[in-house]
């Protein structure tokens, strides 16, 4: 049921919810709310960017015009970086990670963040839903010193707290801390996010299927018969298409409705095309705290032993029953 909260009264009162203190929770979603306002602004105004921006002109700030992937990137890391909670940040569009121990207090910092700062990009020259999805994690480092590689290739059920913002009809921002799934919506009259979609939960059951067709040849078999399962007659079936091609609109769609996501092997893709750290694990943190399934085909997500900042997997999410039934196709 909607509320009148704000995001910020949210979070106070419900500062039990996070197993660490309230402080740095608030602090690390203040940022990344600040964050999600001015990427939601530039998303906004991307149809203007070749008007406003022609001839090479700078913008507002006296920068060069960039892809929106690349500021929505500095401006995550900007904001997070000011923070005295973040020892060190991993993105989609930075190589490596990056340490934020320029002045040396960055190093007592507690926490690490996985970002892909804008997901389905590919969607913003089309008007089209994106979104930005984070992953956090206390650091397993040494305090003191600058985040290592360990503090970033953690367990996805070792994350603690996990979200997205989706820049939609309306943007909203969602995110759990292992208390269940809370959305807020943008008032962007206030530049407010109220919480509308308290405690989300997958419903009972679901009748949509989310998977690039295109590839359908180069899938293993399993995913084959499941999708000629979805398209039989049967109860609920057939099963209704959808396909954004933004995980984070296909994800929130499905978990209101009811849905799964698939992301398998492909010719071109044959690890999947998905990234573990910063796509899967916080979508499957998010799932499984909303009554729903995450696996790789075999394997829960958040169980997976990650060896690569950048490292992909096969990705299936949605209603349990009805990855539980994929798992079973994948298993003849
Ligand atoms: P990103 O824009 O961050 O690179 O992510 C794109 C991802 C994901 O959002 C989406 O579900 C998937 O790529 C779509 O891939 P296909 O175009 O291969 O279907
Ligand atoms: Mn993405
Ligand atoms: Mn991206």
Excluded: W
């Amino acid at each position: 049921m909607p509320t009148n909260l704000t995001l910020g009264e949210f979070i106070i009162q419900n500062q039990e919810h996070f197993p660490y203190s309230s402080g740095e929770l608030s602090s690390l979603i203040n940022a990344i709310r600040l964050a999600s306002k001015t990427v939601n602004h530039e998303v906004n105004k991307a149809g203007l960017v070749d008007i406003v921006g022609a001839h090479g002109e700078t913008n507002a700030h006296g920068e060069d015009q960039q892809k929106l992937d690349v500021l929505a990137n500095r401006v995550f890391i900007k904001a997070l970086q000011n923070r005295e909670i973040i020892c060190g940040l991993a993105s989609e569009e930075e190589d490596d990670f990056i340490n934020f121990d320029i002045d040396s207090k960055a190093n007592n910092n507690k926490y690490i963040v996985l970002i892909d700062p804008l997901d389905g990009s590919s969607n913003i020259d089309v008007n089209v839903s994106v979104g930005t999805i984070f992953s956090i994690y206390r650091r397993v480092s040494k305090l003191g010193a600058p985040a290592q590689m360990e503090d970033f290739l953690q367990k996805g059920h070792a994350q603690v707290a996990a979200g997205y913002v989706v820049y939609g009809t309306s943007t909203m921002l969602v995110y759990t801390t292992g208390k269940g799934v809370h959305g807020f919506t943008l008032n962007p009259a206030l530049g407010t996010f109220y919480l509308s979609h308290p405690d989300m939960k997958f419903p009972k059951s679901g009748s949509i299927y989310s998977i690039n067709e295109g590839n359908y040849f180069h899938f293993p078999e399993g995913v084959k018969l499941y999708i000629k399962y979805c398209q039989a007659s049967g109860v609920n079936r057939p099963y209704t298409s959808r396909y954004i091609g933004s995980l984070i609109s296909d994800f929130h769609r499905n978990l209101i409705k009811g849905g799964i996501y698939l992301y398998p092997s492909t010719k071109n893709h044959p690890n999947g095309k998905l990234r573990l750290l910063y796509e899967c694990n916080p979508i499957a943190f998010l799932a499984e705290q909303a009554g729903g399934k995450a696996t790789n085909g075999y394997k829960r997500i958040l169980d997976i032993n990650p060896k690569q900042l950048h490292q992909r997997v096969p990705f299936y999410c949605g209603n349990t029953e009805m990855v539980n039934r994929l798992e079973g196709f994948l298993a003849q």
